[in-house]
């Protein structure tokens, strides 16, 4: 039997041609598609899942269900970067933010500027954090808020103070007032709170400065950036068995070797692998715990309005409903402060703690 023979451009002809029938017909050999982030997926919910309120997953890898808005403005509070709609939250978490406005007005801190809490559902945003995920981590400006109301515009664009130099990394005297001691110590009294990142020159400031009581001092630890703001995380609450909650903080007020080593060059040094992408731009849902997915894919409450939590004894419009339910629910006002009546998540706080994370600056 004659093989039959073949120049090697036409055979190279005869591949190409192959290679393009089964592209045609779906057979050629090609990688998966790729699956959509899933930051753009919760970037994209404009509101929260109707649910009982569960945090699921960790800190940096989660999201959240039966979540409520703080209002873009309260008596002691406005809220900045609203077109991030990054104003959600457990309730635990709201409510406690509301009640951090009115404690600090009392000891003297004109208001606050509310930062970044969460996305409607969580999950990893578009820009900017990696934790922030769960609904229990929030920013407060260290700018007292004005003794006026900030424009949208103005909410939008305006600067915050930076407290700490860039080059000494020790706080700005000038700018640094005892109010601002007083506002950590009151976010660090409550028991819900087990941590408070702050800038290390911040930490140095607090460990040179307070006097008598220092058990609070525990909770504040340091971490890269937050000059401007300092970041509340609360446990994991009751409710949320999914919920992962982090290591106990070290013993002590935390004034030792472990913050004097941000005072040296080693904290500082270039990243060494600068061009790694950041988790949030390659995790997709299959990252992400399972009941993610539902919560995704859950019902949209009637309306914002309807998920908004005012406190202080004020109701909110209406409990989280479905869109098409024929009336809402009532809220009820007892228990954490009128809260929609779906919330049923406000418990002591477990006896869990927080580890300082590692990241290198830029990564």
């Not at 055979?11 to 057979?27: D, E, S």
């Not at 919920?243 to 060059?265: H, I, R, V, Y």
């Amino acid at each position: 039997m004659k093989t039959l023979k073949r120049s090697l451009p036409g055979r190279r002809l005869l591949l190409t041609a192959a290679l393009a029938v089964l592209a045609l017909t779906g057979l050629a050999a090609r990688p998966a598609a790729a699956e959509e982030l899933a930051k753009n997926l919760f970037g994209a919910k404009k509101l929260p899942a109707v649910a009982a309120p569960q945090s699921i997953g960790f800190y940096s890898k989660g999201c959240f269900a039966g979540g409520v808005a703080i209002p873009l403005d309260g008596p002691k509070w406005e809220v900045m970067r609203p077109s991030r709609n990054r104003r959600w939250g457990h309730p635990t978490m709201i409510a406690l933010i509301e009640k951090l406005s009115r404690d600090a007005a009392a000891d003297g801190w004109p208001g606050l500027l509310v930062g970044d809490i969460s996305q409607p559902r969580g999950g990893p945003m578009l820009t900017g954090h990696a934790s922030h995920q769960i609904g229990l981590d929030a920013d407060i400006w260290l700018t007292p808020m004005p003794d006026r109301k900030l424009s949208l515009e103005q909410r939008e664009n305006m600067s915050a103070t930076l407290l700490v130099d860039e080059k000494t990394h020790l706080v700005k005297d000038a700018l640094w007032v005892p109010a601002h001691m007083r506002l950590l110590k009151r976010a660090a009294s409550y028991a819900e709170v087990e941590r408070i990142l702050v800038n290390p020159g911040i930490k140095k400031k607090l460990c040179d400065t307070v006097k008598g009581d220092r058990a609070w001092l525990r909770k504040v630890r340091p971490f890269w950036g937050h000059d401007y703001h300092f970041h509340i995380r609360i446990g994991c609450q009751l409710g949320s068995p999914n919920c992962k909650a982090q290591e106990n903080t070290a013993p002590g007020d935390g004034c030792d070797q472990s913050l004097a080593w941000w005072f040296t060059e080693e904290p500082w040094r270039p990243n060494k692998n600068p061009d790694r992408p950041k988790a949030r731009d390659v995790m997709t849902m299959a990252s992400l715990p399972a009941a993610c997915q539902a919560v995704l894919d859950g019902p949209d409450p009637a309306s914002a309005e309807a998920v908004t939590y005012y406190g202080d004894g004020v109701p909110v419009a209406a409990a989280p409903v479905l869109t098409k339910a024929p009336a809402p629910a009532r809220a009820s006002a007892s228990g954490a402060a009128a809260l929609p009546a779906s919330v049923n998540a406000f418990a002591a706080t477990p006896e869990i703690g927080i580890p300082l994370p590692r990241p290198r600056p830029g990564n």
